[in-house]
């Protein structure tokens, strides 16, 4: 049998009809695994995320350095796309359920070919999400700014039991920023919280790797007890991150 389209907008079919598709169960599996593991997909399994650090790569070799904006449209614009193409669309058909609506399992359906771009489109996307938003936008720039899905799956990573949490002495070498993939000041966020809070955390480690000092760690703590010390404005747009001298140059901020 073939496995149909693991695409998370599939799981309409489950509300519509009352079919458990593969789409259904990528997005059961991915909401509670971000609850445990924060963004984990986005950052080991994402196709797009693939094709922006292969054009951040192609970047470096050709000496071109994009910089990373940073901006509260970070917050906004991905849940305006969200709600505004996919859950409000998706809502008002589920509105008129008919009788014949029955929960079964069919993980054939949709065929995957259905919905596999053609050569044109697929070519335009590569080049529009790998080489221009990252060009515009900096590294990640899709990730951050447009994907709807990452915005699906920010409030499960704010809850994620598992982070990246300062557990050693930061000498602020700002390497864990500069080597981050989707442009989050993170030495700024573990000195201030002792962990990594922002919410487009994909949990790659690479700022772990990167910390001269080993001063970073991805570990559990209980959720309950994790944000005794945390407000609900530090998730806001923070004007004193990404203003460190050994990083400001690689960022642009703006409202």
């Given at each position: 049998?073939?496995?149909?389209?693991?695409?998370?907008?599939?799981?309409?079919?489950?509300?519509?009809?009352?079919?458990?598709?593969?789409?259904?169960?990528?997005?059961?599996?991915?909401?509670?695994?971000?609850?445990?593991?924060?963004?984990?997909?986005?950052?080991?399994?994402?196709?797009?995320?693939?094709?922006?650090?292969?054009?951040?790569?192609?970047?470096?070799?050709?000496?071109?350095?994009?910089?990373?904006?940073?901006?509260?449209?970070?917050?906004?614009?991905?849940?305006?796309?969200?709600?505004?193409?996919?859950?409000?669309?998706?809502?008002?058909?589920?509105?008129?359920?008919?009788?014949?609506?029955?929960?079964?399992?069919?993980?054939?359906?949709?065929?995957?070919?259905?919905?596999?771009?053609?050569?044109?489109?697929?070519?335009?996307?590569f080049i529009i999400d790998g080489f221009l938003i990252v060009y515009l936008l900096g590294r990640k720039g899709f990730c951050r700014f447009v994907c709807p899905w990452g915005a699906f799956l920010k409030i499960p990573t704010t809850l994620s039991t598992f982070k990246v949490r300062k557990t050693g002495q930061c000498t602020h070498c700002n390497m864990c920023t500069s080597g981050c993939p989707i442009?989050?000041?993170?030495?700024?966020?573990?000195?201030?919280?002792?962990?990594?809070?922002?919410?487009?955390?994909?949990?790659?480690?690479?700022?772990?790797?990167?910390?001269?000092?080993?001063?970073?760690?991805?570990?559990?703590?209980?959720?309950?007890?994790?944000?005794?010390?945390?407000?609900?404005?530090?998730?806001?747009?923070?004007?004193?991150?990404?203003?460190?001298?050994?990083?400001?140059?690689?960022?642009?901020?703006?409202?």
């Open positions: 049998a073939t496995i149909a389209s693991f695409e998370y907008d599939r799981s309409v079919d489950f509300f519509g009809e009352g079919i458990l598709n593969a789409g259904t169960i990528m997005v059961i599996f991915a909401f509670f695994s971000t609850l445990i593991f924060g963004r984990f997909f986005c950052g080991w399994l994402c196709h797009f995320g693939a094709v922006q650090e292969f054009a951040w790569w192609i970047f470096g070799k050709l000496g071109i350095k994009p910089k990373t904006i940073n901006s509260r449209l970070i917050t906004f614009l991905p849940m305006f796309i969200l709600f505004n193409f996919y859950i409000i669309p998706n809502l008002s058909g589920t509105m008129y359920i008919n009788d014949s609506w029955e929960l079964s399992l069919d993980l054939s359906y949709p065929q995957v070919w259905a919905f596999l771009p053609g050569v044109v489109i697929g070519t335009l996307t442009g989050i000041d993170v030495s700024y966020e573990i000195n201030n919280y002792n962990k990594v809070i922002n919410s487009n955390c994909t949990s790659c480690m690479i700022c772990i790797d990167d910390c001269p000092e080993n001063a970073l760690s991805y570990q559990f703590s209980n959720p309950i007890s994790d944000f005794d010390n945390i407000k609900i404005s530090d998730f806001r747009f923070n004007k004193k991150s990404f203003i460190h001298s050994k990083i400001k140059g690689m960022f642009i901020s703006v409202r």
